[in-house]
């Protein structure tokens, strides 16, 4: 009976895994978009302190990439369970 239902439901977990890849590629997206523009705007500020902030862009910009992986590949694991 599970094994049946579980079946019946494959199809419902393939289109969940890409939708949940889609957005967690998306939310990174928007997120280092976000980070750009905001470094951006602080350096034309502050010129005289754009290393400090390009290093911490770049810090927080590996740490999105780096969520955004994780979310798309527990939902390409999700494809194999």
Known sequence: MLSTILAALQPLTVVGACIGAALAAIGAGI???KIGSSAMEAIARQPESAGDI???MIVIAALI???ALFAVIVCILS???
Request: hydrophobic share 40%; no cysteine; proline share 0%.
């Open 54 to 56: 390009r290093s911490n």
């Open 31 to 33: 997120g280092i978009g």
């Open 65 to 67: 990439e780096g969520v």
């Open 79 to 81: 494809f194999f369970l």
